[in-house]
């Protein structure tokens, strides 16, 4: 998927890794300290995005982890603080929107602590099913 100023690809050979780990473990309130081996592996086990412009520089990172079938979570997303506010976020998440819509996901979710207008343009709610949802926390494994 592309605009004309800016790709996105799931090509994970084409992701610049010393990037992402960078921002990823230094401008992010989920995941300060993440080491670049831990970020690899996660990145290994995951339908990574990266979005480019066009000089092939990657200014925007995503990943779902999913079973390509009922679920996903979208994770780790990060837009270059030069490239906020561009419309690089929403093409990211249409792009991956339109992956999920592919799969013929039943449900994708996400935590968020800042960027809630950004996903409820793209439909995502708080959640409110009747459930509970629930998580195991380890904190010995930020």
């Known amino acids: 998927m592309t605009d004309d ?62 079973d390509q079938t009922y679920f996903a979570w979208l994770s780790d997303v990060y837009v270059d603080r030069a490239a906020r506010g561009k419309g690089v976020g929403k093409l990211l998440m249409r792009h991956l929107l339109a992956e999920a819509e592919r799969m013929d996901l039943k449900r994708v979710v996400l935590a968020t602590a800042d960027a809630q207008g950004l996903y409820r343009q793209f439909g995502f709610t708080e959640i409110d099913d009747g459930n509970t949802w629930m998580c195991s926390l380890r904190p010995d494994r930020v």
Do not use: N
Not at 21 to 39: C, K, L, N, Q
């Open 5 to 66: 100023e800016h790709t996105v690809s799931t090509d994970p050979d084409r992701l610049d890794r010393d990037w992402i780990h960078r921002v990823i473990s230094t401008d992010t309130y989920w995941a300060p300290g993440r080491t670049r081996e831990d970020m690899d592996r996660a990145i290994d086990h995951s339908l990574p995005y990266g979005v480019y412009d066009a000089s092939g520089r990657q200014l925007a990172f995503a990943r779902l982890v999913t």
